[in-house]
């Protein structure tokens, strides 16, 4: 009997560049330039290799600098520049944190204080993940809030695998639901207030420009925290009650094992309070990012990272002289991560630069005629599905615009069209690529892609459901704007 995960690759070896030729010689939509053509073509062969890993995915990520500049579609430096993003070294600088964490067991210290505070049972414990994740995520940028908790929840996957060695079923599912859990809750949070997210800040930005109105940081709360709170929920119930069942589970031994552990560990150690300091002082500084960039403006979340990576080679770890990491063990990062997320952002501004995101949005005029709710729900699945394989700043800045003309041409509030797309950029669960939190997560090794699409695909649509329900029955009656200001 042949074996399926073969059979997929071997299809999608074959699917990719099949997909690539096809379109580029049959599919001549009108509007649609050649430069555009290409990185859709391009973005066929690569999703699909993705999806099916018919090559290993961070291979499959360097596509782009092939693929672009023989197609025409991008030119190889801004292809190659792609790969050089200032999230990149954010992730750097994120990791490097983490090796630090776990060579010196301040993420077992971390983890047997998190649990004797949340108790034993499962879905409780990444509930409260999801929580602080996603509070964290309202003030600062969503990957910045997942590189801070991937260590931390690394931690307690580990701490579980200690204590449940006899059952690798239960291990497995709860390391990709904490996983799942970490992503989905930082892009959650940061749709509930103004500054949570870019897309949210393009709205605003483009609402100011368009029709001269500001919105105002509790105005935003009043859709945004509703919307983020129940999505929150959803997604708590959705990953430990039906993609993985964690209704009744709980770590052995409870409350006493945890106590028993805690109390191994010891008192904590110089050298830990030295990393847990870094750590502190780099979540310290994103958090207050906007004071900063008051003295220094240049500084952003990036430079931030890769900073506290540098201390942790010049701080002492212990009387022996040896720093807190070394190089041989900062060589160790997921190197791979890297390049996927460098092909994230080659497609995307293959996307931009060559006209096809313009191209897409622009093909929403076919839906004139349709009722508001399903133009809505139309738009919000679109941009859900659109960003999935580009960024949510670049898909959002490229439709709102569009938007504008649209509702004017279907006699339709603005500002309906326009939040829905806005809250439906931050709603990309599916791949890695989607969002900087679903790529930092891949890179645990927790996850393979289909665990994310699988699971992934479900949080869309519901996403999709929640969000056109609230923006076309609630929004109207939150006092947000005036009618007849527009």
């Given at each position: ?74 030119g ?15 992730y750097m ?10 060579k ?39 990957t910045?809030?997942a ?7 690394i931690?307690i ?14 291990q ?59 999505l929150?929920?959803?997604a708590?119930k959705?990953?430990?009650g ?38 502190a ?28 990576g ?19 063990e ?15 952002m ?31 729900l ?12 580009t ?29 829905g797309?806005t809250?439906?950029?931050s ?18 090794g927790?996850?393979?892609?289909p ?36």
């Amino acid at each position: 009997m042949p074996n399926p995960k073969v059979s997929l690759k071997s299809f999608g070896l074959v699917a990719g560049p099949l997909s690539f030729f096809s379109l580029l010689l049959f599919f001549k939509p009108a509007g649609l330039s050649p430069q555009a053509l290409s990185i859709l073509a391009s973005t066929a062969w690569i999703s699909i290799w993705w999806i099916t890993e018919a090559i290993p995915i961070a291979v499959t990520s360097l596509l782009p600098i092939v693929l672009f500049p023989v197609s025409g579609g991008l030119g190889i430096t801004d292809t190659t520049s792609s790969y050089a993003h200032p999230y990149i070294f954010l992730y750097m600088g994120g990791f490097m944190l983490s090796i630090a964490i776990e060579k010196w067991n301040l993420h077992k210290r971390i983890a047997l204080q998190i649990m004797s505070f949340l108790g034993t049972r499962i879905n409780m414990v990444i509930l409260g993940f999801m929580m602080a994740t996603a509070f964290l995520s309202m003030w600062i940028s969503n990957t910045a809030t997942a590189v801070m908790m991937l260590p931390i929840g690394i931690a307690i996957v580990l701490q579980m695998k200690e204590s449940m060695v006899t059952e690798p079923k239960l291990q497995n599912d709860f390391g990709k639901a904490l996983m799942l859990a970490i992503a989905y809750s930082s892009s959650i949070g940061g749709m509930a207030t103004l500054i949570g997210t870019p897309p949210n800040l393009i709205f605003a930005g483009v609402l100011r420009d368009t029709y001269h109105l500001e919105i105002s940081f509790l105005q935003w709360l009043k859709i945004g925290l509703p919307v983020s709170i129940i999505l929150l929920f959803i997604a708590w119930k959705y990953l430990t009650g039906f993609a993985f069942d964690f209704k009744k589970q709980s770590f052995p031994g409870g409350i006493a094992e945890i106590q028993r552990l805690k109390k191994d560990l010891g008192t904590i150690k110089t050298v830990e309070l030295k990393v847990l300091a870094v750590f502190a002082a780099t979540a310290l500084l994103w958090i207050c990012r906007p004071l900063v960039q008051r003295i220094l403006p240049a500084v952003d979340d990036s430079m931030i990272a890769v900073f506290s990576g540098i201390l942790l080679f010049i701080i002492p770890g212990n009387q022996k002289g040896e720093r807190l990491i070394k190089w041989e063990e900062a060589v160790k990062l997921p190197w791979g991560i890297i390049l996927l997320f460098g092909g994230g952002m080659a497609l995307a501004q293959g996307f931009s630069s060559s006209g096809l995101a313009l191209w897409i949005g622009s093909q929403m005029n076919l839906f004139q005629g349709l009722s508001v709710f399903f133009l809505l729900l139309i738009l919000v699945a679109m941009v859900n599905f659109l960003t999935e394989i580009t960024s949510n700043m670049a898909t959002t800045a490229m439709i709102l615009p569009i938007l504008v003309a649209l509702s004017a041409s279907l006699h339709t509030h603005p500002v309906i069209l326009m939040i829905g797309a806005t809250l439906a950029a931050s709603c990309a669960f599916m791949l890695p690529v989607a969002t900087p939190p679903n790529a930092v997560v891949f890179g645990s090794g927790y996850l393979r892609i289909p665990d994310m699409v699988r699971t992934g695909f479900w949080m869309n649509i519901m996403s999709i459901i929640l969000i056109s329900l609230i923006i076309y029955f609630v929004l109207p009656y939150l006092g947000i704007f005036d009618p007849s200001q527009f």
